[in-house]
């Protein structure tokens, strides 16, 4: 249905009529980011009314609207304990069920529920960090322990991927590529003898080893991943070769644990994708390299929006 003043043609705001539990249910659960649940009667007061939503709804919002004054929607009411003032607003963050914000009566206002809507998408982006945090480091740890076999996705025959990349065979330690790059940020580097080089998300260390042979013994390369169990396998790769020109620490690349203005060049195989805050990355990289320093990065780039469906912390750990 239209409603007044919305032009032939033009999009229409995310604001939808619900009509009982089952539908808000539902409704609630099939959404990603923050939904106002807008409960009213045509005998309610108020400083709010059903127009205001659309003042409220956009791209990254939805609303739905309550008419208490209907059966139905009495019935949802109570179900939810909405209490006999109205107008009343509540905002979630979908698809939970529990509301983060209640607006009620004089205090239901545009201006009031657009800061509880602001406040729901920063703890979305607060929790939807830490979730991809857990879910990549859960994955990778997997991998360290199970290989490239353990992941939701092929990544084909390793060799022939190698290959592929620009990975010279007799340059590569075995045990350290697990398939997970998407490039060669090595190609590009042009590391030099002498040189203190840095590798965000070092995994298994393949990388490192390579990059530690073109620095020579009067370099050093530094490998950093959030992963403990691939650093237990880096440095058992390391132990192993004997190569005593590399180091792996714990840390997050977004929180370097670097000294600043200490490093040559920064590189980087297909991890800093996976960051949830990646100008924080480019800040901590900006930190860390000396003045006239270099970045070397292979990575995927984003070419279009990605669709609100896939906007969870699974999807964008992949």
């Known amino acids: 249905n239209s409603r007044a003043g919305a032009q032939p043609g033009a999009a229409m705001a995310p604001v939808q009529a619900v009509k ?37 709804a956009g791209d990254d919002v939805k609303c739905l609207s309550i008419d208490v004054g209907d059966d ?13 003032q109205l107008p009343l607003l509540r905002v ?32 979305a982006v607060s929790t939807g960090a830490s979730d991809v945090y857990d ?10 322990v199970g290989g490239p076999g353990v992941l939701p996705f092929d990544v084909g025959d390793i060799q022939k991927r190698r290959k592929l990349l620009g990975y010279a065979d007799s340059d590569v330690n075995e045990s350290a590529d697990l398939g997970l790059g998407c490039g060669n940020p090595l ?17 298994a260390g393949i990388d490192c080893f390579i990059a530690a042979k073109q620095v020579g013994p009067t370099g050093h390369v530094l490998g950093v991943d959030m992963t403990p169990e691939m650093l237990g396998k880096a440095r058992e790769n390391a132990k192993k070769d004997k190569v005593e020109n590399v180091t792996f620490r714990l840390g997050e690349i ?5 000294g ?13 994708n996976l960051s949830p805050d990646k100008p924080q990355v480019y800040r901590e990289m900006n930190r860390v390299l000396k003045i006239g320093g270099r970045v070397s990065i292979s990575d995927v780039l984003r070419m279009s929006d990605i669709p609100s469906e896939l906007k969870t912390a699974q999807s964008y750990s992949c």
């Not at 190609?187 to 998300?201: N, S």
């Open 135 to 144: 879910i990549v480091r859960g994955a990778y740890a997997q991998t360290a």
């Open 260 to 272: 600043d203005g200490v490093v040559d060049c920064l590189i980087s195989n297909c991890v800093i």
């Open 92 to 123: 979630y963050q979908a698809p939970e069920l529990h509301h983060l914000a209640e607006h009620v009566g004089d205090g239901c206002t545009v201006s009031a529920v657009m800061s509880s809507v602001q406040k729901a998408k920063q703890k």
């Open 187 to 203: 190609v590009a580097a042009k590391l030099q003898p002498g040189e203190v080089v840095v590798d965000l998300g070092s995994g």
């Open 20 to 56: 009982d539990e089952s539908d808000f249910k539902q409704t609630l659960q099939g959404s990603v980011g923050a939904v106002c649940a807008f409960f009213y009667a045509e005998w309610s007061g108020g400083k709010m009314g059903l127009q205001d939503l659309d003042k409220i």
């Open 254 to 258: 977004e929180h370097l644990p670097v």
């Open 72 to 84: 139905a929607g009495e019935d949802l009411a109570l179900s939810l304990g909405v209490g006999s």
